[in-house]
């Protein structure tokens, strides 16, 4: 299976604004700077699909990507689901009303939205045990229903040596290891995402 097309939808404040959930989705998250908008517009071969910021933390809206797959199916040519750009975490320069009202937004998204599933947690290779990213792995599996699945995706991997990238391999071995700049693990997150999705249905 294969992204054909991936166009934006929507932006959205809360989850109360949000498109009907109609449409099975993957929420992407992670901290501020660690890579996100590059890897949705990798995955999606869309140059300026997400739109990244010079400012980390400016994005505080939920972005909606409609994301059609090809099947070989000829039944059901094509499939749907929608990609998830939520605001990035542990941005420093926000107000702090601004903040609150940011967090519970989402985390109203994440604990709420009833066709949710899947969590792609991105982590940067290079500090792999922050205590925020640990924060939030708790909560994702506080929260995470049976139906759910939280994937880790660490980034810049081609920032790490041979060595270092064996020893986080070794750690996490069901994580997935990218590199936007060589297009590593991007084909293994795809797969990841159409396996859990739609299942034996894959090209």
Partial sequence: MRIIDAKFLQSAQSVEDSPPPNVAEVAF????????????NTLTNRNGLAKSSSTPGKTQLINYFEIKFKTENEETPHLFARFV???????????????????????????????????????DARHPELEIDKNVDEFLKDI????????????KTDKLKQNELAQLRRVYP??????????????DLQNKITGYLFGNQIL
């Fill in 29 to 40: 998250l992670g901290r501020s700077n660690v890579g996100k908008s590059s890897l949705l």
């Fill in 85 to 123: 750009d939520l605001p990035g975490f542990g941005y420093a320069k926000v107000a702090k009303s601004l903040k609150a009202q940011w967090n519970r937004n989402l985390t109203g998204y994440l604990e709420l939205r009833p066709n949710l599933q899947i969590f792609v947690h991105l982590i």
């Fill in 144 to 155: 995470k229903r049976g139906d759910q699945i939280i994937v880790h995706a660490f980034t």
């Fill in 174 to 187: 069901e994580g997935i290891f990218i590199s936007n700049l060589k297009k590593r693990g991007i084909i």
